[in-house]
């Protein structure tokens, strides 16, 4: 994982409508920015439809949103479409962003050890520095916490 207070590697991903989207272009604003294992999983169905939630809460507070993992752009509009998700879900098929953001580890599950996304949040400030990170974070009370920090 990344440290807080050092500046946040910027990328370039597209959404599910081909369009490419960089950290860069939110400077002077605030970006939330979770990395999550696989669309339409349970946990990352419960994250995604809790930011789905509380989103008005954080773009009252002019906080941009955005999901990433190594999913399809095709995976994430069906994601998208099913749990009418109103936020940014950006496509990292080649792991650059999720490797650069020091998310992809080595995982246990059932005695197997395998590669993979670990479920983490970095918020950014406006200036495009990591001020706060959630490692793990929780599917349900991770945009919680993140609000919380952020009032």
């Not at 339409?40 to 989103?55: D, I, L, N």
């Amino acid at each position: 994982m990344l440290d807080e207070m050092i500046k946040a590697p910027d990328f370039e991903l597209y959404d599910e409508k081909g369009e490419l989207h960089r950290l860069s272009d939110y400077k002077g604003q605030k970006v939330v920015v979770y990395f999550y294992p696989k669309d339409s999983t349970p946990g990352c169905t419960k994250q995604a439809c809790t930011f789905r939630e509380h989103y008005e809460d954080f773009k009252a507070l002019n906080v941009k949103v955005i999901g990433i993992s190594k999913d399809s752009q095709k995976s994430h509009a069906r994601f998208i479409e099913k749990n009418e998700l109103p936020f940014l879900l950006l496509s990292d098929p080649d792991l650059d962003a999720i490797k650069a953001y020091d998310v992809w580890q080595e995982k246990k599950m059932y005695g197997k050890t395998y590669m993979g996304v670990v479920r983490s949040t970095y918020v950014i400030d406006e200036e495009g520095m990591i001020v706060k990170v959630y490692k793990k974070a929780s599917p349900t009370k991770n945009p919680l916490e993140i609000l919380e920090f952020l009032k």
